[in-house]
């Protein structure tokens, strides 16, 4: 029986599109900010997260990290987030069309379960759910799927928050790449080296399909 990842890759790329589930499916760091600040007593607010590792923007211990790592991946938590608007119309009109939908996420393989419950529960259109170890913080997961493993893949459209995977995909895919305009994206060094039309920052899920009929007109 073949893997998720399998059936995705056997895909054409020409109808792959990438799904990242956090802050891009889910509203998700909304609810961690109040979440760590009342564990931790600190005061920090969501638009000054100027950094992806919430270690770093909460200014963790390593031992309050892993806390929080736990926290942020609990099963109830992770069943409350509420979400994004605007995401339904436009999966339903892609998946109407044809398009393969695959939502990818850096969340760690044991929290698959409740990950599809959720998107169920939501009612999200999807083919393939995959949880890809994007940031090399998932090794002693035995089914985890290794970040070069997606190099392998193209997609014809992508949306990301994280500016690391947003880099990555301009490299190894030839569709173009929403970025969710979040604060830990706005002025990243990473994100200054990239110079593509390719890439396309848009704040909510109503601006994607204006995008793509514009490009669709102008070829």
Same mark, same amino acid.
């Given at each position: 029986m073949s893997t998720p990842f399998e059936r995705l890759a056997a895909v054409r790329p020409e109808r792959r599109i990438y799904l990242d589930l956090d802050d891009v499916l889910a509203e998700t760091t909304r609810q961690i900010v109040p979440l760590l600040n009342a564990r931790f007593e600190r005061e920090v607010c969501f638009d000054e997260l100027r950094d992806f590792d919430l270690g770093i923007a909460f200014e963790l211990t390593d031992t309050e990290r892993e806390h929080a790592m736990d926290a942020v991946h609990d099963e109830l938590f992770l069943r409350e987030l509420p979400l994004r608007e605007g995401v339904l119309e436009v999966l339903r009109e892609w998946d109407q069309s044809g398009y393969h939908l695959a939502v990818i996420t850096g969340r760690?393989?044991?929290t698959h379960g409740v990950s599809l419950e959720w998107l169920a529960d939501q009612g999200v259109p999807h083919h393939t759910f995959v949880c890809v170890d994007k940031y090399g913080r998932h090794g002693e997961f035995e089914n985890r799927v290794p970040l070069d493993q997606l190099r392998a893949l193209s997609f014809e459209i992508a949306l990301e928050d994280s500016p690391e995977m947003a880099l990555f995909l301009t490299r190894h895919s030839h569709g173009h790449i929403f970025l969710m305009d979040r604060p830990w994206n706005r002025e990243h060094d990473l994100l200054r080296r990239v110079d593509t039309p390719r &890439?396309? #920052?848009?704040?909510e899920w109503?601006?994607?399909t204006a995008h793509l009929r514009? &490009?669709? #007109?102008s070829r």
């Amino acid at each position: 029986m073949s893997t998720p990842f399998e059936r995705l890759a056997a895909v054409r790329p020409e109808r792959r599109i990438y799904l990242d589930l956090d802050d891009v499916l889910a509203e998700t760091t909304r609810q961690i900010v109040p979440l760590l600040n009342a564990r931790f007593e600190r005061e920090v607010c969501f638009d000054e997260l100027r950094d992806f590792d919430l270690g770093i923007a909460f200014e963790l211990t390593d031992t309050e990290r892993e806390h929080a790592m736990d926290a942020v991946h609990d099963e109830l938590f992770l069943r409350e987030l509420p979400l994004r608007e605007g995401v339904l119309e436009v999966l339903r009109e892609w998946d109407q069309s044809g398009y393969h939908l695959a939502v990818i996420t850096g969340r760690p393989p044991d929290t698959h379960g409740v990950s599809l419950e959720w998107l169920a529960d939501q009612g999200v259109p999807h083919h393939t759910f995959v949880c890809v170890d994007k940031y090399g913080r998932h090794g002693e997961f035995e089914n985890r799927v290794p970040l070069d493993q997606l190099r392998a893949l193209s997609f014809e459209i992508a949306l990301e928050d994280s500016p690391e995977m947003a880099l990555f995909l301009t490299r190894h895919s030839h569709g173009h790449i929403f970025l969710m305009d979040r604060p830990w994206n706005r002025e990243h060094d990473l994100l200054r080296r990239v110079d593509t039309p390719r &890439m396309i #920052r848009i704040h909510e899920w109503s601006e994607i399909t204006a995008h793509l009929r514009s &490009m669709t #007109r102008s070829r």
